[in-house]
């Protein structure tokens, strides 16, 4: 059986940490930062972890994380 090949797209924007939970970044930090408040942008800036009806699909990118 050949190994299966890791979505290259999805291994750049996710992480899985020590306890095998899926970290992602915000979106809409990169562009049109003069509208929003500086609590915004900061709470933007941290990291989230993915939610649980989406982990078996990033898991299924992932296979090997």
Same mark, same amino acid.
């Given at each position: 059986?050949? !190994?299966?090949?890791?979505?290259?797209?999805?291994?750049?924007?996710? @992480?899985?940490?020590?306890?095998?939970?899926?970290?992602?970044?915000?979106?809409?930090?990169?562009?049109?930062?003069?509208? !929003?408040?500086?609590? =915004? @942008? =900061?709470?933007?800036? @941290?990291?989230?972890?993915?939610?649980?009806?989406?982990?078996?699909?990033?898991?299924?990118?992932?296979?090997?994380?």
């Amino acid at each position: 059986m050949p !190994k299966m090949k890791t979505n290259r797209g999805a291994a750049k924007r996710f @992480k899985v940490t020590g306890r095998g939970k899926i970290k992602r970044q915000h979106s809409h930090y990169s562009h049109i930062r003069t509208k !929003k408040d500086r609590d =915004r @942008k =900061r709470n933007l800036r @941290k990291s989230d972890l993915v939610s649980p009806a989406e982990v078996g699909n990033i898991r299924r990118l992932m296979p090997y994380s």
